[in-house]
Nanobody, 115 residues
Framework: QVQFVESGGGLVQPGGSLRLSCAVSSSIFSFYIMDWYRQAPGKQRELVATITTGYSTNYADSVKGRFTISRDNAKNTVDLQMNDLQPEDTAVYYC?????????WGQGTQVTVSS
């Protein structure tokens, strides 16, 4: 069974930075397309960033230029570097793995941006 361990969430002031990390216990991690999603209170879960097996990346318009997704296939990790955080970035952030016929989620990590 694939396990996800997310870390790096917390409380940060507006303009600050956080780095989220998701470690995935899978022998086929390099075959996964990895995403970061977020869900704010009362809102639907939204896709924030994606990184493919070929290291192509894609971002939601709301985070372009501020967030960077990366992966390390040797460590089975996917990270999300978040800079210039704003209160509207407050949400639970989830990593998501997908490959043909399979997808799964991490448990989520809380990010709160507040002064």
């Amino acid at each position: 069974q694939v396990q996800f361990v997310e870390s790096g969430g917390g409380l940060v002031q507006p303009g600050g930075s956080l780095r989220l990390s998701c470690a995935v216990s899978s022998s086929i991690f390099s075959f996964y397309i990895m995403d970061w999603y977020r869900q704010a209170p009362g809102k639907q879960r939204e896709l924030v960033a994606t990184i493919t097996t070929g290291y192509s990346t894609n971002y939601a318009d709301s985070v372009k230029g501020r967030f960077t997704i990366s992966r390390d296939n040797a460590k089975n990790t996917v990270d999300l570097q978040m800079n210039d955080l704003q209160p509207e970035d407050t949400a639970v952030y989830y990593c998501h793995a997908r490959v043909r016929g399979y997808d799964d989620w991490g448990q989520g990590t809380q990010v709160t941006v507040s002064s």
